[in-house]
């Protein structure tokens, strides 16, 4: 039972990255799915979510540049980041959330910086 991230890694500002999270051991479509970041020396912030039905929200910072969506029939959720800025840098982390489980994925690193 976990989810794991990818995707992340080092870009110019303006640039685009799509992170990934797979689930597994859990029943993916009545999970809601979200993406937190934390920046260094920051708290841990969310970001965007989608809930079961495909409900999206988002941080103010990030709306629209960010896309938070989800393939049930992978198991995945995904984010989409364009436009990319600095202040973006951060670990992005994956958590998944349903009436029997809370998951944190492990974290992958994303920095924006020319």
């Known amino acids: 039972v976990q989810v794991a991230e990818s995707g992340g890694g080092l870009v110019q500002p303006g640039g685009s990255l799509r992170l990934s999270c797979v689930a597994s051991?859990?029943?993916?479509?009545?999970?809601?799915m979200s993406w937190y970041r934390q920046p260094p020396g920051k708290e841990r912030e969310l970001v965007a979510r989608i809930s079961t039905t495909g409900s999206t929200n988002y941080i103010d910072s990030v709306k629209g540049r960010f896309t938070i969506s989800r393939d049930n029939t992978k198991n995945t959720a995904y984010l989409q980041m364009n436009s990319l800025k600095p202040e973006d840098t951060a670990v992005y982390y994956c958590?998944?959330?349903?009436?029997?489980?809370?998951?944190w994925g492990q974290g992958t690193q994303v920095t924006v910086s020319s």
């Open positions: 051991g859990i029943i993916f479509s009545i999970t809601d």
């Open positions: 958590y998944a959330m349903n009436a029997r489980n809370r998951l």
